[in-house]
């Protein structure tokens, strides 16, 4: 029998204790029974942008605090290491420190290092950073020749078969059932061989990879009870994040972890399984109440991330799902105010469609939004090159995810010795000091005027410049300050934020979000992929467009163009899966406005003039809900005289607008018009660093604007604001 566990109550901050009802009640209703459920299996459904997070991290120090749970005994499972830095980082806002949050392999690879000297004898063998080298070798032996783009085909392959469990003698069977025919021109039999020499290869060396990580301890747990027996008693209390994403193999060791336990919570959606073709089986996700009896299933829908434009639209693609993703699906609702439509836009060809995206980022610049509140989303790799021309042409920084990790760049690696050798070395100014050092490795105080890889070091060294002028502005903080924080980024793969658009795969921007999202090539060809031949693999593809979707915020433009090449003909179609939106805004049943010309793109209009009732076409227009010639509400009036009067301040300061008062704070700031220091402090998403100092000139701002919308004198005087 198990003892009772025993407990610390949950601390705050300060380290006063932190009654149970207090963690609850930051909740809604659906985030609280997910919290406060225990004693059976919990499954937790949740769409994108619903709080799965919050949910489960309160959770855990709920039952923390109640006694359910111990939390030497939790085992808190999540995809990446980034998303499991940030769930040790609110547990511990949560008074909660002790709580293991790895990932499956930092989980297994921890596990794996203790018990090998018991179980095999020796030191644990060293892990291939990557399969590459061992597969071309193994190809080599084979007289298989492969380039590089094969390579990564077979690469990928043989990462499927061992996630999915499969031996080399497997293999071929598996991937007829599965549909996987062949890859970059070798049949299943050629694959079977190169998993057969791949493990020699690896033999010979003396080395395992990550997935042998996750296998040693499949069989350790299977063929030694007592190493069984001595995990089970360290880990009681399992919450696993992105279900839908767990492959067989990861599967199979949580099982193995639970034993005959059931005290686990999941939590996933199966309308963003977007890695099959990875190993990824949502199967496990929807089968959970057949597989643990006595589940408990709580569904949250409710959306605090997108408006309801937003939310509408993505609703409006799943309504088109077929098979199991239908029969499972979350109908979000959106918990926050109206924001502008959504807008379609077609182009003639593909550099018109980057073009024209780059206009519209080079317009929401101008109007003081930051870069980085906003990313490009496509479907393959190739099509951010046109994007990057046209961004670098208009001098619009940007940043490309999905490549290497930030900290495994090698501009990065070679930033964080030499910085760490400055260390060593007096210094008076530590900003001044960091870019003496950078200076060498490719900064300068202007970006290139060039795309590539010049431009992507620039963009990281600059990165690094922007972070540590934030982590030296603290009292007391120098390089060794800077040098620690970097490190343990660097070990959370917590990256700064990049002062840029990114531009970003859909695959890459799973788990992201941003207040402005472009989604470029929504074309049949591309979404769905060409390639997408089966009913699954087409379902695949449209949850591929809802997940990218669901990472705008506020604006959603969605492009697409008829041809690959100026004065091709145009035969691509939109894609088949945004065939209802058109119908999604507007009266019940409706259907909006026709599509409009505007130049060489048209676009399709979802809402109308709240002023004159007429169609709105242009961007800045359907942001503010009304034609730039109709006259504002006085909400709208404040927020015009906010931006005058940053403009201005702007000039002053020889900086960019933004840099003064964003305009996500200018809008938050008009709609609450705040008339004191505190009013104007609660408003949320403003800098603190901002209001400090330009506090006083905002409040003026805003009385001025009152005592002039009071009086309707017309006069048209400017509000006097302090400098």
């Known amino acids: 029998m198990t003892a009772t566990p025993q407990h610390t109550p949950s601390s705050g901050p300060d380290g006063a204790p932190v009654e149970p009802e207090e963690i609850l009640h930051a909740l809604d209703p659906e985030q609280r029974q997910v919290a406060a459920t225990f004693g ?26 109640t006694g359910r749970m111990d939390a030497r005994h939790v085992l ?78 077979i690469v990928a392959e043989v990462e499927w078969a061992r996630v999915s469990m499969l031996t080399p003698e497997s ?94 919570c999941v939590v996933g959606d199966a309308a963003q399984t977007i890695y099959t073709f990875a190993g990824a089986r949502a199967a496990f996700l929807l089968d959970f ?8 299933i709580i569904r949250l829908e409710r959306n605090y991330r997108s408006t309801p434009q937003v939310v509408r639209i993505a609703n409006t693609v799943l309504d088109g799902a077929r098979g199991r993703t239908r ?7 959106s918990q926050r105010e109206d924001g502008p439509p959504p807008l379609i836009e077609s182009y003639p060809d593909d550099p018109a469609e980057a073009e024209g995206v780059a206009s519209r980022i080079a317009e929401q610049v101008r109007e003081g939004r930051p870069a980085s509140d906003m990313a490009v989303l496509f479907r393959t790799n190739g099509q951010s090159e046109a994007l990057e021309q046209a961004l670098t042409g208009r001098g619009i920084g940007y940043l490309v995810r999905g490549g290497d990790r930030f900290f495994e760049r090698q501009e990065v690696r070679r930033a964080m010795v030499a910085l760490r050798a400055a260390t060593r070395v007096e210094q008076v100014e530590p900003d001044r000091a960091v870019r003496d050092v950078l200076a060498p490795l490719g900064w300068a105080p202007q970006a290139p ?21 934030t982590v030296l502005s603290r009292p007391g903080t120098g390089l060794p300050e800077l040098v620690r924080e970097l490190e343990e980024r660097a070990e959370a793969q917590s990256a700064p934020v990049v002062d840029g658009v990114t531009l970003a795969s859909v695959h890459a921007a799973k788990g992201l979000e941003w207040p402005a999202v472009y989604l470029i090539g929504a074309s049949e060809g591309l979404l769905p992929i060409s390639m997408a031949s089966t009913a699954a693999e087409v379902e695949e593809e449209r949850r591929l467009l809802y997940v990218a979707l669901t990472r705008a915020k506020d604006l959603l433009t969605i492009s697409w163009s008829a041809a690959r090449t100026p004065g091709a003909r145009g035969s691509r179609k939109l894609s088949r899966f945004l065939d209802g939106v058109r119908t999604t805004d ?52 404040a927020a015009a005289a906010l931006r005058s009067w940053r403009e201005e301040r702007a000039r002053e300061l020889g900086a960019p607008p933004f840099a003064v008062l964003t305009e996500a704070a200018v809008e938050a700031i008009a709609e609450r018009d705040p008339r004191t220091e505190a009013e104007l402090m609660a408003v949320p998403g403003v800098a603190e660093r901002v209001l400090a100092r330009h506090r006083e000139d905002v409040l003026a701002v805003l009385a001025a604007h009152r005592s002039g919308a009071a009086t309707s004198s017309g006069s048209g005087a400017e509000p006097q604001v302090k400098k």
């Open 40 to 65: 059976s299996p919990v499954c937790v459904l949740a769409g994108a942008g619903t709080g799965k997070t919050r949910a489960i991290t309160h959770r855990i120090a709920y039952g923390i605090a």
């Open 76 to 153: 808190a499972v999540t995809f990446t290491a980034k998303a499991a830095a940030e769930m040790r980082s609110r547990l511990r806002d949560l008074g909660v420190p002790a709580v293991q949050a790895r990932t499956f392999h930092a989980a297994a690879l921890r596990q794996l290092r203790h018990f090998w000297p018991r179980v095999v004898g020796g030191p644990m063998p060293e892990i291939m950073p990557n399969k590459y080298p061992g597969i071309a070798e193994a190809c080599q032996r084979l007289h298989m020749s492969v380039d590089r783009a094969a390579l990564r085909d």
């Open 171 to 264: 293999y071929p069977r598996a991937a007829e059932r599965a549909r996987r025919p062949g890859v970059a021109g070798f049949d299943a039999r050629s694959i079977s061989r190169i998993l057969t020499q791949y493990e020699e290869v690896k033999k010979e060396r003396g080395v395992i990879d990550f997935e042998d990580v996750l296998l040693h301890m499949v069989g350790f747990l299977t063929e030694r009870p007592d190493v069984a027996r001595e995990v089970r008693s360290q880990y009681r209390h399992f919450v696993v994040d992105e279900y839908q994403d767990v492959s067989t193999l990861q599967h199979a060791l949580l099982r193995l972890w639970l034993g005959s336990s059931d005290d686990l």
């Open 289 to 296: 109440p057949q597989e643990f009896g006595r589940a408990r």
């Open 327 to 333: 029969d499972s699906r979350l109908t979000l609702v």
């Open 449 to 469: 005027e060039t795309t590539g890889a010049v431009r992507e070091r620039w963009d990281s060294l600059n990165a690094l410049v922007m972070l540590a002028d």
């Open 586 to 637: 507007g009266p019940e049943g409706s259907r909006g406005p026709a599509p409009r010309r505007t130049g060489r793109r048209s676009a399709t209009v979802y809402s109308e003039c709240r002023v004159c009732g007429q169609g709105l076409v242009a961007a800045a227009d359907q942001r503010r809900g009304r034609h730039a010639g109709c006259p504002a509400t006085g909400h709208e009036a």
